[in-house]
């Protein structure tokens, strides 16, 4: 019995669940000008996969790395949910003129 695709896809689910937060957080304390960061860590563990010879830890790497790039997109939508008064807006940051 080959258990690789059930772990792969558990690990997705729970990726996807961790990086949830993940995005919140970053956007409260640092905004969405943090997407950089995403952008090199996603790239890098992208790239680190190729090296990785067990194809399931390739696979879980790369899920963590395209997982990091998508929660860019991630970081623009939740500065929209937190306008929208979605989620709280950190207190300690200047609000820029687009916000009320």
């Given at each position: 019995?080959?258990?690789n695709?059930?772990?792969?896809?558990?690990?997705?689910?729970?990726?996807?669940?961790?990086?949830?937060?993940?995005?919140i957080?970053?956007?409260?304390?640092?905004?969405?000008?943090?997407?950089?960061?995403?952008?090199?860590?996603?790239?890098?563990?992208?790239?680190?996969?190729?090296?990785?010879?067990?194809?399931?830890?390739?696979?879980?790497v790369?899920?963590?790395?395209?997982?990091?790039?998508?929660?860019?997109?991630?970081?623009?939508?939740?500065?929209?949910?937190?306008?929208?008064?979605?989620?709280?807006?950190?207190?300690?940051?200047?609000?820029?003129h687009?916000?009320?």
């Amino acid at each position: 019995m080959n258990f690789n695709g059930i772990l792969v896809g558990a690990a997705t689910f729970l990726l996807i669940g961790l990086f949830h937060p993940i995005v919140i957080k970053a956007e409260y304390y640092f905004s969405k000008k943090c997407w950089p960061v995403f952008l090199v860590v996603g790239l890098a563990l992208m790239a680190v996969s190729l090296w990785i010879a067990d194809t399931t830890a390739s696979i879980l790497v790369s899920i963590v790395g395209i997982s990091c790039l998508w929660s860019i997109k991630e970081l623009f939508e939740q500065e929209k949910r937190v306008k929208k008064g979605w989620f709280p807006a950190n207190p300690k940051r200047k609000r820029s003129h687009s916000q009320p």
